[in-house]
């Protein structure tokens, strides 16, 4: 049976699954939801501020929207080649995994549009890895991230004022500005001094920066 539209304030549901090809809002305040999974082809938005939801996981190739300010979301997958937006306010988010080519985020200057945005002021968040062909900006003031790894042939701002970021790698030939707030204090790091990545003035290769 097909069905466009689950809204739930239950306060214990654990687990929403479908496969449905025509879904297209998935909506919910509840405080113990752990888990979403979803092949649905159709998919429009999926909003919650479940306070416990630990996994989304979704191959929908037309998801536009996910909205969440669930204090302990630990994972958000997707292969979907439309996603448009993903928000999250989360504190504890770990992982994100994106191998959509056409994600879309737009700043809240609106200075950046039709491409990829990731912007997190998560404290916790440890991992982004992506081989998205179109990301073009990360912004992070994440005090705790210790990885980012893009092959993206498009990137072309790196922003973070993590002070425990310890390695940035990327293979993206388009590269054109890494500013870091740890950059005046490690201006003597080799891979800075000689702009193996980032230096605004040199087209990056393929690197890294170790961030003592």
């Known amino acids: 049976m097909f069905f466009l539209h689950i809204h739930t304030t239950d306060p214990h549901l654990t687990y929403i699954y479908t496969t449905d090809p025509h879904l297209t809002y998935?909506?919910?305040?509840?405080?113990?939801?752990?888990?979403?999974?979803?092949?649905?082809?159709?998919?429009?938005?999926?909003?919650?501020?479940d306070p416990h939801l630990t996994y989304i996981y979704t191959t929908d190739t037309h998801l536009t929207y996910i909205h969440d300010t669930d204090t302990h979301l630990t994972y958000i997958y997707?292969?979907?080649?439309?996603?448009?937006?993903?928000?999250?306010?989360?504190?504890?988010?770990?992982?994100?995994?994106?191998?959509?080519?056409?994600?879309?985020?737009?700043?809240?200057?609106?200075?950046?549009?039709?491409?990829?945005?990731?912007h997190?002021?998560?404290?916790?968040?440890?991992?982004i890895h992506t081989t998205d062909p179109h990301l073009t900006y990360i912004y992070t003031t994440d005090p705790h991230l210790t990885y980012i790894y893009t092959t993206d042939p498009h990137l072309t701002y790196i922003y973070t004022t993590d002070p425990h970021l310890t390695y940035i790698y990327t293979?993206?030939?388009?590269?054109?500005?890494?500013?870091?707030?740890?950059?005046?204090?490690?201006?003597?790091?080799?891979?800075?001094?000689?702009?193996?990545?980032?230096?605004?003035l040199k087209p990056a290769g393929s690197g890294l920066i170790v961030v003592n």
Do not use: C, W
């Open 171 to 200: 293979t993206d030939p388009h590269l054109t500005d890494i500013h870091q707030a740890l950059k005046k204090q490690n201006h003597e790091s080799p891979a800075l001094r000689h702009g193996t990545v980032g230096d605004p």
């Open 120 to 127: 997190t002021t998560d404290p916790h968040l440890t991992y």
């Open 78 to 118: 997707t292969t979907d080649p439309h996603l448009t937006y993903i928000y999250t306010t989360d504190p504890h988010l770990t992982y994100i995994h994106d191998t959509d080519p056409h994600l879309q985020k737009h700043s809240a200057n609106r200075i950046l549009m039709f491409f990829l945005h990731i």
């Open 26 to 49: 998935i909506y919910t305040t509840d405080p113990h939801l752990t888990y979403i999974y979803t092949t649905d082809t159709h998919l429009t938005y999926i909003y919650t501020t």
